[in-house]
């Protein structure tokens, strides 16, 4: 059974740094792309960060960028997320998504697989 635990969202002052992690077990990890979505109060579930599957090739959504950094290891079946400066904005639930493929994607649908996801919440 394939599962996507993540972990590390919590509640953080603006300006705050947080990491989430994601936990990838019954699939091939170092073969597929991963991302992380949020969601906030509301809103449609919106694209934050991608990588492929050999954590060479990244994109950000432009609220993102030069804020967070998304990652893997691969010899841990984890790929994480490095957010700074965060925003009251930024409160949402993160999930985590496994690709259909190795290739990195902004696109809801190419991600087949979803984490339960995790809480941030950035105080003013």
């Known amino acids: 059974q394939v599962q996507l635990v993540e972990s590390g969202g919590g509640l953080v002052q603006a300006g705050g740094s947080l990491r989430l992690s994601c936990a990838v077990s019954?699939?091939?990890?170092?073969?597929?792309?991963m991302a992380w979505f949020r969601q906030a109060p509301g809103k449609e579930r919106e694209f934050v960060a991608t990588?492929?599957?050999?954590?060479?090739?990244?994109y950000y959504d432009d609220s993102v960028r030069g804020r967070c950094t998304i990652s893997r290891d691969n010899d841990k079946n984890t790929v994480y997320l490095e957010m700074r400066g965060l925003q009251p904005d930024d409160t949402a639930v993160y999930y985590c998504?496994?690709?259909?493929?190795?290739?990195?994607?902004?696109?809801?649908?190419?991600?087949?697989?979803w984490g339960q996801g995790t809480q941030v919440t950035v105080s003013s």
């Open positions: 998504a496994a690709g259909r493929t190795g290739k990195r994607s902004n696109v809801y649908g190419h991600y087949d697989l």
């Open positions: 990588i492929d599957y050999s954590g060479v090739a990244v």
């Open positions: 019954g699939r091939t990890f170092s073969t597929i792309a």
